[in-house]
């Protein structure tokens, strides 16, 4: 028997194809928007609800949030608990998310359940009435909660550095712990009439989706739901960041300290998003990155550094952002700027690069994981208003970029001094 | 319904192989038994910064990360109290890439000084980022010592203190190898897009010829049933007083668990959990509250906690979270309440069975826990549950001589008003 080579690494394959499900689109006679992802063995399905956040208004920065978790607290005919009882008793889950540009609400049911959980869905979009009493329960826990997270340097660092970017807008306003008082019980019902209409609805379902579900859906969804005239506006004012790009805040007695980094940033429909998405991934987009190899896993600084890239309808951003040794901040951000200027300044070596391209492909493969996934691709695109073309354009600028594109737009990009850096803890 | 098959090598490694041609990915996940628990008393956070050090380069391979990488592949791994689980995912076809990479360092490590000083030092900040500079962070470094007095529980599995993971010598770190990373110890599950045939081909070509090493026998010092109860006030920089209350119960093995984990869903999962409705919405004593087991493989830790409204006292606080205990132990569930949190499990389930590497995970889990099969028949062990046996769990375990009660007072700072600390501090 020969010796086994253990030195060489085995043959591998590069990832050629990346098969994405695409949804059957339908329109219902209210305007929702429906699409369908069917696939699966298991028989359950997710269903989203999806909504566009209305404009801000900086003087009631938690409308959009407080109105989307306040849906799970009663109808006209359901209380919260009775909405609760329900859900759970079906084994299912009831999500309200609030993101920057969407407000969601999203069910995870069984398949058998679905005439039992989808009906409530329908009420607590269609006829929330934000009870007082649970306003008023919700204003005290929140702004609890908000309490102690403000008490964390890396809730701080990201919440200073959003509102230095992003500037007055939804993106960047930050609510205070006062700021719930000031929500009201009116406020919010005239808020909720004019987001949570059908012409406002984007639904998206991911599963065992076959017609009987299809018909469920619509069917429920079409009967006694329609527009009414207050229609809310959905677009967002301009972006506009702040001057100063230093912001430290100290904290007495920290062990470490939360540091932030970045700009304001081209978002995913520009051309050069998937070349920057690749320059990322070798700053920080990954474990064997630039910025973990130095500052993680040679110098010890860190429990973990990375960056990465935001993109919102308005807007976008660049940001590294980590937690280092209160003692080795300054270390920490010197290694932060060398690691820009060098992608500035010298080509990213052919096997490194090689590595990357690997790492992304497989990745993306690698996300893909069952249905839900394939949606989740779906929504990436949809709501930055890009077709499926934009993966074909992702895979094959991560297959053939070169170095020196690399390098210029590293170049372009990329200004260190100009970045806005925020330091929560000890400098 | 997850399959598999199973076989195992003479050097004693357990291999077990799902097949799931749905996806064009692979999973390796491999399980060693050994964690917290493991470890000696004079030198604790060990077997998790032995977890570090498996990513230093192994004895044929440099690096570990860059080559998985190149293939297309991610990885990480978790240690806990009882077991330390490394995992890989990558496309199907770079599969045989995994077992190089995985049996070059069950084979022997690089055990490379450099390697081990940088780990150091992101582990202290690993242990300060998660349990020293958050607020209640150091929270499980009290709350451990109070439930357990003999058994290695009685540590979290970060370490009792960083001084331990500062004196951490190569020496300490080869003889943990050698003691606990060797086949024997080690259940071995490859998942995805793979046939069996393919996976024993593999197994057999790159984990084969590794030495069976010696069989750890595990002899852990137990812990004794608590007689007393027990009770600690403690204080820090956070805005809110917090409250815990934890029990002794069962371990992972006893059928008493599923009752008890049960108990857990009926007071606190989801929005119609007994200690929501009641503590949070109707009384408006807490703005958060919990009820969660550890189903640790030795004697566990049932776990209330909560944060009382500011203006509530802590004694009504605790004395709201004991009427609901007594209430469980007064009168039986309701079949509906019963059955709802029973649908809930099953559901979750189903969901579970969507992620191939959960899928993974849980199969070597339930292997180590006796036989991997077991995984299939979980949730009919959950469906068998009835409201007296719920009942005599609750009898058993809320007792005031088997609970540890934490009290964690906000100190004042930053402004922010605590009127009740005076009076709490007499």
């Not at chain 1, 900086?58 to 407080?66: G, H, I, Y």
């Not at chain 1, 799970?72 to 009882?85: E, K, P, Y």
């Not at chain 2, 951490?168 to 110890?185: G, M």
């Not at chain 2, 979750?348 to 959960?358: G, H, R």
Request: proline letters at 4%; aromatic letters at 10%.
């Amino acid at each position: 028997m020969t010796e086994l080579d253990r030195k060489t690494p085995p043959q591998f394959n590069g990832v050629e194809n990346i098969n994405l499900i695409h949804p059957e689109r339908q329109t219902l006679v209210n305007g929702t928007k429906l699409f369908v992802f069917n696939s699966g063995e298991q028989d359950l399905v997710r269903i989203e609800f999806i909504f566009s956040n209305l404009r801000f208004d900086p003087a009631k920065p938690l409308m959009n949030v407080a109105v989307n978790t306040l849906l799970n607290d009663g109808t006209t005919t359901m209380t919260a608990a009775q909405i609760a009882d329900k859900i759970d008793f079906y084994g299912a889950f009831l999500q309200f998310d609030y993101g920057y540009d969407n407000s969601q609400v999203t069910l995870y049911t069984l398949t058998k359940h679905l005439n039992a959980t989808l009906p409530v869905v329908k009420e607590v979009l269609t006829d929330s009435i934000f009870p007082e009493k649970e306003l008023a329960t919700y204003k005290r826990n929140q702004q609890q909660k908000l309490q102690v997270s403000l008490q964390k340097n890396d809730f701080v660092a990201r919440r200073l550095f959003n509102e230095a970017v992003f500037g007055d807008t939804i993106y960047g306003k930050a609510a205070q712990p006062e700021d719930f008082q000031s929500l009201n019980r009116e406020d919010m019902l005239q808020h909720f009439k004019q987001m949570y209409q059908p012409a406002n609805c984007t639904i998206v379902i991911a599963g065992k989706a076959g017609a009987e579900v299809i018909a469920a859906v619509t069917n429920t969804f079409e009967d006694d739901w329609n527009n009414t005239t207050a229609k809310g506006d959905t677009n967002q004012p301009e972006v506009k960041s702040a001057e100063e790009r230093f912001i430290y805040k100290e904290k007495a007695g920290a062990l470490q300290s939360a540091i932030r980094i970045g700009t304001p940033f081209v978002k995913r429909s520009h051309p050069d998003f998937p070349a920057l998405q690749v320059l990322n991934t070798v700053l920080g987009g990954y474990f064997g990155s630039r910025l973990m190899s130095n500052i993680r896993e040679d110098k010890g600084y860190t429990y973990g550094i990375g960056s990465g890239m935001a993109s919102f309808k308005n807007a976008g951003s660049f940001f590294i952002a980590s937690e280092v040794g209160a003692d080795v901040c300054k270390a920490a951000l010197t290694e932060v700027e060398k690691e820009i200027n060098q992608l500035k300044a010298d080509l990213i070596p052919d096997e490194e690069l090689s590595l990357v391209r690997n790492f992304m492909l497989g990745s993306l493969l690698g996300s893909l994981e069952n249905v839900m996934s394939h949606a989740d691709k779906f929504k990436n695109i949809y709501f930055s208003g890009l077709g499926y073309d934009y993966y074909e354009r992702y895979a094959e600028t991560v297959k053939n970029i070169t170095a020196q594109d690399l390098k210029a737009l590293a170049n372009k990009y990329y200004d260190f001094d100009n970045f806005y850096k925020v330091v929560v803890g000890k400098y | 319904m997850v399959k598999f098959n199973r076989f195992t090598l003479d050097n004693g490694l357990r291999v077990l192989v799902h097949e799931d041609s749905t996806t064009p990915m692979a999973v390796l996940n491999i399980l060693y038994d050994v964690g917290a628990r493991d470890e000696d008393a004079e030198r604790t956070g060990f077997a998790h910064l032995f977890e570090h050090l498996m990513f230093g380069g192994s004895v044929n391979i440099p690096n570990y990360d860059g080559p998985l990488q190149r293939v297309g592949g991610e990885n990480n791994a978790f240690t806990s109290n009882d077991i330390t689980n490394y995992y890989i995912t990558l496309p199907s076809a770079n599969i045989e890439t995994a077992f190089w990479l995985e049996s070059d360092r069950m084979l022997s490590l690089a055990f490379s000084e450099k390697s081990l000083e940088v780990q150091r030092n992101v582990v202290i900040e690993e242990f300060k980022q998660r349990y020293l500079n958050q607020p209640y962070g150091d929270v499980w470094l009290k709350l451990r010592p109070l439930v357990y007095k003999t058994h290695p529980y009685r540590w979290a599995t970060i370490g009792q203190t960083i001084k331990h993971i500062e004196d951490a010598k190569i020496e300490d770190v080869k003889a943990f190898f050698k003691k606990h990373y060797n086949p024997q110890n080690a259940i071995m599950v490859v998942g995805g897009d793979v046939t069996t045939e393919q996976v024993k081909e593999l197994a057999e070509k790159w984990f084969g010829n590794i030495p069976a090493g010696e069989k750890y026998v595990r002899n852990l010092p137990q812990e004794p049933a608590q007689r007393e109860e027990r009770r600690e006030t403690t204080s820090g920089k956070v805005p809110l007083n917090d409250i815990y209350i934890a029990f002794q119960t069962c371990d992972r093995a006893d059928p008493a668990y599923y009752p008890t984990e049960l108990i857990s869903d009926v007071l606190s999962r989801g929005n119609s959990s007994r200690l929501y409705k009641s503590l949070i919405k109707d009384k408006q004593l807490f703005s958060e509250v919990h009820a969660y087991i550890t189903g640790s493989l030795d004697k566990g830790m049932f776990v209330l906690q909560g944060k009382p409204v500011q203006g509530v006292s802590m004694e009504d606080a605790e004395q709201a979270l004991w009427a609901e205990l007594e209430k469980l132990k007064a009168e039986d569930v309701l079949l509906e309440e019963l059955t709802k949190v029973q649908n809930k499990t099953e559901s979750t389930m189903v969901f579970a069975e969507m992620s191939l590497l959960d899928k993974a995970m849980n199969l070597a889990y339930y292997e180590l826990l006796g036989d991997a099969n077991e995984f299939n028949r979980e949730t009919a062990k959950f469906l068998a549950v009835t409201p007296s046996q719920i009942r005599e769990q609750a009898l058993n375990i809320f007792r005031k001589e088997n609970s540890s009660t934490l009290i964690y007072l906000a100190e004042r700072a930053d402004g922010v008003d605590e009127p009740e600390l005076s009076e709490a501090e007499n």
